[in-house]
């Protein structure tokens, strides 16, 4: 039988799948500040979690922006091909894979096999990502998941700013104003949704839509993108192994 | 692949600075030049030496923005910032600049730029068809020709215009010739060498003896493509690049691309096929057939400029190209609105995969176009 690993290394989260046609197993820690030593942990993670040594494993395949740094891995793929693969293998249907990372966010178009048609990402900085997200949860002094509960039902403040270090100027000035915490987090959630929409007028989105990445762990953001894009999503059930699994699909594919 | 005639124009540039140094203590005249719609045929009726000036690097930026805004492109922040703080060498040596209207930060910066030297400005028309966008352009030339005449105190002569047409246009067909060796699949140069090439190439003083060894480098890359000597294999991915010029000290996308495992086969941009597609007419008045073959330029600052897309349609059928990628400098608002409109019409002609990449001269965001370059490239494989 064969079995391939898939490591993926983001910004925030280091992920690994183990994989032999279906999921064996997965495991997920912070990346830190030593993206080599976090890879090399996670698979040591998922392997025992499958209770395999590191001789079982066929392919390891390496993605996300840490795949440079490892240097125990048969290959090497981009995280958008293997968030294409990732979703397709979830969800067959898939035609449209929404990704919010840590720091990008991307939409990708996906072929009928699988492979990429075409995709854009967001610029080099941090405007509509994860750790978009996770400033501004900061200033309002709350968890995503309490981000998300606030945000839902509530009208949302018109935040002008992408840029997270200019956003987080403009709620501060909101909160000076006495504006809601609410209000804020739901104006918060709304920008991210603005910036998923000048992405999908590049890069249309097509039914079905698989969204991925951390950002998707919270349901009442996924509503509120979903409902605000006027499209319904497949939200994994760990959304943030997509690009780990796709990567290891690819390994299994290739073997 | 190297070959010792590319070390030749490694060294091309550095020996620029000693000729050009021996041609002004003999009386010389130079004259700097930024941008493709200056004429050179004119300098060279003139019997001055026209000269490329610096501007594709980001040592100089940050002497650039105590004046200039941050959020201006780079090119324009370099070139100025070459100026300002006097490490053009070929910037020093020009008695004048010729400068053109090409956007809104070219030319004020060019207003700031004058009090340096002495610089004629060529205001441009925003179109290309129509009889009056031409009338308007020749005169423009013509002012252009006049201010060197009075500048150099010469007398430019027809025949003196002609036989610079005659000089320019072969130095358009060697380079052309040389540029089509990207034809050849796979081809025997990298991207990184070609650019290397194309940039140097314009520093050479003599125009005789450029055309001579882009003429020897051409010959010998088809004798190294039949014994099969090549970096590249068939299945490298053959990229078409557009957009904003480029040149040594801007070519990160390119050295990516290359490095990514990709292969750039065609430089659409200014200093490469925009600037050889086509010839001046010899045959006829000779202002006039450089006015109409200068404002042809499919240049981003035209409105339309329906000819960028059609050239890079036909560009991207003959160099067999997998892949196209858009090359925008940040602040460039031109190209990067009209990247829109091309991504478009090069998908609904051809389904032609197409990559917008939109950065500037630092090394800040290596690894994040990495991963979109790499991506373009796992895709059209």
């Not at chain 1, 991925?212 to 996924?222: D, K, R, W």
């Amino acid at each position: 039988m064969v079995i391939t690993a898939g490591i993926d290394v983001g910004s925030t989260a280091t992920k690994a799948v183990i994989f032999d046609g279906t999921i064996r197993s997965m495991a997920m820690i912070p990346t830190g500040w030593n993206p080599k030593e976090a890879g090399r942990n996670v698979f040591r993670e998922a392997l025992n979690n499958a209770g395999l040594q590191e001789r079982d494993v066929d392919n390891v395949v390496g993605t996300g922006y840490g795949r440079i740094s490892l240097s125990f891995i048969d290959k090497k793929v981009t995280e958008i091909t293997c968030h294409a693969k990732g979703a397709k293998f979830l969800f067959p249907q898939t035609r449209t894979v929404i990704d919010i990372g840590g720091q990008d966010s991307k939409v990708i178009a996906v072929a009928d096999d699988g492979s990429v048609a075409d995709f854009i990402m967001n610029d080099k900085c941090a405007a509509g990502t994860g750790r978009f997200l996770q400033v501004m949860t900061g200033i309002l002094d709350i968890t995503l998941d309490e981000l998300g509960q606030m945000a839902s039902g509530n009208e949302p403040v018109s935040l002008n700013s992408m840029c997270t270090v200019f956003a987080e100027s403009e709620i501060i000035g909101f909160l000076a104003q006495g504006v809601t915490k609410a209000s804020i987090a739901s104006g918060i959630v709304q920008t991210i949704a603005k910036k998923l929409i000048s992405l999908t007028s590049r890069v249309p989105c097509l039914d079905e839509i698989t969204f991925s990445g951390g950002v998707a762990n919270n349901p009442e953001i996924c509503t509120i993108l979903s409902s605000t894009l006027g499209f319904k999503f497949n939200i994994p059930k760990n959304p943030q192994i997509v690009g780990a699994l796709g990567a290891a699909v690819m390994g299994f594919i290739q073997s | 692949m190297k070959t010792n005639l590319l070390d030749e124009f490694e060294d091309l540039r550095t020996n620029s600075v000693t000729s050009l140094s021996k041609a002004k203590e003999n009386g010389k005249k130079v004259a700097g030049m930024y941008c493709l719609y200056s004429p050179s045929e004119i300098i060279l009726a003139a019997g001055a030496i026209p000269i490329p000036l610096c501007g594709t690097r980001q040592d100089p930026i940050a002497v650039a923005e105590k004046v200039l805004p941050r959020n201006l492109c780079p090119l324009i922040k370099s070139s100025y910032g070459f100026a300002a703080s006097g490490t053009c060498p070929y910037f020093n040596f020009s008695d004048i600049l010729i400068a053109e209207t090409t956007c809104d930060g070219k030319k004020k910066m060019y207003e700031l730029l004058s009090q340096y030297k002495p610089l004629h400005l060529l205001q441009l028309p925003q179109k290309q068809d129509g009889e009056e966008a031409l009338r308007y352009w020749l005169g423009e030339v013509n002012q252009m020709k006049e201010r060197l005449e009075r500048e150099f105190a010469v007398t430019i002569t027809d025949q003196d215009l002609r036989n610079a047409i005659r000089l320019v246009n072969e130095e358009r067909r060697s380079l052309k010739d040389l540029l089509d060796v990207g034809k050849l699949k796979p081809s025997p140069l990298s991207g990184m060498d070609l650019l290397m090439v194309i940039y140097n190439r314009g520093f050479c003083t003599d125009k005789k003896e450029v055309v001579q060894i882009v003429d020897r480098l051409t010959s010998e890359l088809h004798e190294l493509y039949k014994r099969g000597v090549t970096p590249f294999n068939i299945k490298t991915p053959r990229i078409l690049l557009t957009g904003v010029p480029v040149g040594i000290g801007s070519h990160k996308v390119v050295q990516i691309i290359e490095e990514c495992g990709g292969n750039v086969v065609c430089f659409e941009s200014c200093g490469a096929y925009k600037a050889v597609y086509e010839h001046v007419n010899e045959d006829q008045e000779p202002l006039l057939a450089i006015a109409e073959k200068y404002l042809r330029t499919p240049c981003s600052c035209m409105s339309p400029n329906a000819s960028r897309f059609e050239l890079i349609e036909k560009l991207a059928d003959e160099f067999n190209v997998d892949g196209i990628m858009d090359l925008t400098w940040q602040g460039c608002h031109t190209y990067n609105i009209e990247s829109y409109s091309l991504k478009n019409y090069l998908q609904e002609k051809k389904r032609r995969p197409f990559l917008q990449i939109e950065t500037d001269y630092s090394e800040s965001d290596i690894e994040q176009l990495k991963v979109r370059i790499e991506a373009f490239l796992e895709m059209i494989s």
